[in-house]
């Protein structure tokens, strides 16, 4: 993600500011991605906090506008645990954007999102993160991190964040886009193997007897061996992962030895070897300093031949963006 600057002062700004130092209220143009002042913010600014432009006649902001369904706002704790899944979307939306996805040029139908809270007035309820054909259903009690990390120990899982769901379920609306490009089919089957094998057979199977041994030779992850949808989500998750990774340090203002230099663009970078290379030295050097404070590690995974195929794969046909005209 890019720093940017205060409008008014110059200041630096992060990505989800609302207010400069100098006093100046802000919104964030997802469009041009520069901040502005904040005279048509979005609709949700109060409720959420969301700092993007108002688009719509209702006033709400490109993001907010994907969101059909919200928690109830009689239940604050739901209404918080929803304002820190929106910024996370927001995120993931703004990195896609630089591919042009999502963006005023971009003409495909919009995913849908269904952000339920497990709290209810009438009591607790079930919530399943997931996708289908293009509603995307996200759990807002995960943005609570002490909820997340059990389900994270329970699943068994060494990374569990509201970016990587963003990431991931959003990879299962790109399918079904991308399906419809020349050649992506084929090219998926080679790689991920055959989506229509029985998803609920083979998610059954996968809860009962794990992923197998050797799965680190292929998949980057043990849930990526459960079915083909789930090893493309995976490995798209993980693509944008590295290349937020990338594209944060660079603007940052750090670089050194075998990293990228300053006027790096890790989303214009056309050689995959090159970016999940810089990715997996700065995951290795950044995990290194987590541990300085004991925190777990930032990216703790590692990348064989196969694994960088199927990201190289993801790579070319989401870097070609949204059609044009
Ligand atoms: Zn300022
Ligand atoms: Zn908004
Ligand atoms: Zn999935």
Known sequence: MQLFACPTCGSRLFFDNTTCA???EVALDPETMVFGLAERPCANRALIQCNWKGEDADGHCRSC???EVRPDPSVQEAIDLWAVSES????????????G?????DHSKRPIFHMLAEETRTGDTLVIMGHDDGLVTINVNEADPAKRMKRREDLGESLRTMNGHFRHEIAHYFFVILCKRDGFLDEFHRLFGDEEADY??????????????DWRDRFISPYSTAHPHEDW???FAHLLHLTDIVDS????????????AADYDAYQEGNIDALIGYGGRLGIALNHVNRSMGLSDLYPFTHTPAIIEKFACIHDWMCQGPPQG
């Open 233 to 235: 989500a995976e490995s």
């Open 200 to 213: 609920s057979e083979a998610l059954e199977a996968y809860y009962e007897n794990g992923a197998p041994e």
């Open 65 to 67: 506008r994907m969101t």
């Open 101 to 105: 996805w999502f963006t005023d040029t």
């Open 249 to 260: 340090f660079v603007a940052s203002g750090l670089t050194g030895t075998d990293l990228p």
């Open 22 to 24: 100098c006093g100046a």
């Open 88 to 99: 996370a979307k927001r995120w993931v939306l703004a990195n896609l954007g630089r591919w």
